[in-house]
Every structure is written in C-alpha cells, then in structure tokens.
C-alpha cells in the first residue's frame, strides 16, 4: 500500500497517540458500527493502530481487546448495532473497576480512548479520563437525541424513519376500524422521538415529557377530532409521558371517558433500535468518526465530538451531560397547527 495512504494532515505532536482504543457502551444504536468503521479506518489513515474493545467498560476492565486494521471493519456500514457489542459494567463505577481498565490499557500499550454512546457512556469517561489523566474522546449514539452540544445523535434518524413506518402501517388499520391508537415510542426522559415521528407520522395528538398536556386537554382535543370528522386517531406517546402511570392506563381512560372510541395500544419498544441506519446516519456516523481521531491528534481530552449547524465540533464532556436539551418551540407550534 503506497505511503501516501497514511500520510497524516496534522503535524505531529509529542503527545500524539500512536495506539487508539475504541469502545461502544450503552444502548445500541443504528450507525455504531457505521462510527466504528470510520475510528478504524482514520487510524489507518494516520498510521496509526487501532484495538477494539468487546462489551463497552465491562471489557475494558476485563481486558476483551482485540487488533483492528481497515479490513477488520469492512461490510459493517450497512449493519445496525454493534459488532463490538455492549454491556453495562457495575464494577467500572467503583475505583478498583476503573483502575483494572487503566491497568489493562497500559498492559496493550493504549495512550488513547474513543467511547461511542449516551450520557451515561460519557460520565463513565468524564470520571475515568480526570482520574488517570487518561486521553478520551466521545462520540454520541443514542437514538433520543438527549446529548448537549450536538444537534443530532447517531441512530436517531434511523429510529424517526421506523417509527413513521411504523406508525403509517398502523394508520391502515385505524382507518378500517375507526380506531384511537396509542402508540409508545421510545424517550424515556426527552420528547424527540415522539415530536418529530409525530408530525412526520400526522399523529392528532403527541405527548411527551417536556410538556404536561394533560388528560383533560387530551380528551378535549380527541373530542375536537371526532366533531371535525375524523373518525379514527393516532396518539403518539413518549415512554417517559407523565399523564398516566402507564400507556394502557391511558387507555383505559380514555375508554371509560370516550366510549365512542375503540382503543388500541402499540408498544413499538425495541424495533426503534435496529435495523439498518439512514444515510444520514451512516454520513453522520463517518464524520463523527473521523472527527474523534482528528481531536486526538489535535491533543484533545475529555469532550464529545458533535455537530452543530452541520459543523464538526467538541464540547466538553461535563457541557454533553449537562441538563436537558430544549425542545423546538416550533416545532410544538407547528405540532398543535398540523393536527387540527
């Protein structure tokens, strides 16, 4: 292979890592591996090696390493989840856990750390990188999208893709029957999913954490609905929804309240999680990728590599975990107008 093929665009610098670890923890998401193709391939790029890390901290504590070069990575773009596979570690959250993984790495010679995942992935490596003053980079696939300093995560347009699908399907059968449909999404704690699948899916109503509709508004808008002529609804709901303890409480409800409507309940769960990513996923994915290895070199330690305003960009990891992200006004505005 020429030389040219690993020619770095950095200037190389003493603290430059020469041998890259990466690691995917938390829920899986659509595009993982579609990242970890592109953390491989800019090692190679660079010169650089590249070791895989199985089952996220549970493995990095364990030492479950394995040599990773461009080919290792091949015919995984297209693929959902993670072929480095996941797991949570409760021994990582205790000092004697994180210090078997400093051990572990310094045993293989690994100066450098980039983690794939939510917020929990991240205060793992926020506390770990502080400890050892060890160098990390995160990447962030989730499919909430509840990450500070990125607009998108990895995996979410994937997951809005399946649940409109979803829901377009289970739109027949309402129609045929003049049924109301609760349908559950993904979103225990943010209110994305639900929203965007929402107007996308033309749902007549979106519940989600971030606003409390509460039921007697929820009534009157399905109330509103069959005045107008509609003769069948979709509800789309957040798991994380506070109105009632569970969805088929709601249901119940709304039965006892409308007996003019016949209600179904359909809990998409963990569909949302696979299958194969978008193409926008999978770009996102690859830059996002690229862009952790670039931060190493850079020197960079303890951010997230996200993007904001379709630009690569690093935040620190205490901004990514930081709070909640604000819902789209607009978005809400444009929920409420759409569906009447």
Do not use: W
């Not at 595009?31 to 953390?39: E, F, I, T």
């Not at 289970?170 to 929402?198: K, P, Q, Y």
């Amino acid at each position: 292979m020429p030389d040219l093929y690993f020619k770095s665009s950095f200037t190389a610098m003493d603290q430059s890592p020469r041998k890259i670890g990466v690691l995917t923890s938390g829920g899986d998401s659509p595009g993982m591996n579609a990242a970890l193709r592109a953390v491989v391939r800019s090692c190679a790029y660079h010169g650089l090696e590249c070791v895989g890390i199985y089952r996220g901290y549970e493995g990095l504590r364990e030492g479950d390493f394995k040599e990773l070069d461009a080919r290792s990575v091949k015919n995984i773009i297209n693929r959902g989840g993670t072929f480095l596979k996941s797991a949570r570690s409760k021994e990582f959250f205790t000092k004697e856990g994180r210090l078997q993984a400093f051990n572990h790495l310094k045993q293989a010679s690994i100066d450098a750390l980039v983690v794939i995942g939510g917020d929990g992935t991240f205060a793992g490596a926020a506390v770990f990188s502080k400890e050892f003053n060890f160098p990390i980079v995160g990447i962030p696939g989730t499919i909430d999208n509840d990450i500070n300093g990125t607009d998108f995560t990895i995996g979410y347009d994937t997951a809005l893709n399946t649940v409109v699908e979803a829901i377009d399907k289970i739109r027949d059968t309402a129609n045929s029957h003049n049924r109301l449909f609760l349908v559950e999404v993904m979103g225990r704690d943010a209110g994305d999913i639900a929203l965007n699948a929402g107007i996308g899916a033309g749902a007549e109503e979106i519940l989600i954490p971030e606003e409390d509709l509460g039921k007697d508004r929820l009534l009157e808008s399905l109330k509103r609905s069959k005045k107008s002529g509609k003769t069948s609804s979709i509800v789309v709901v957040s798991e994380g929804d506070q109105i009632g303890k569970n969805i088929f409480e709601l249901a119940k409800f709304i039965e006892e309240n409308l007996t003019e409507y016949e209600v179904r309940v359909t809990v998409l769960g963990h569909i949302q999680r696979g299958g194969a990513p978008s193409c926008y996923d999978r770009v996102l994915a690859s830059r996002l990728g690229v862009g952790a290895v670039d931060a190493l070199l850079r020197g960079e330690k303890n951010v997230m590599i996200g993007i904001v305003h379709n630009k690569v960009t690093s935040v620190p990891f205490e901004q990514a975990i930081k709070g909640e992200n604000e819902l789209d006004r607009e978005l809400i505005r444009v929920a409420d107008i759409t569906s009447f």
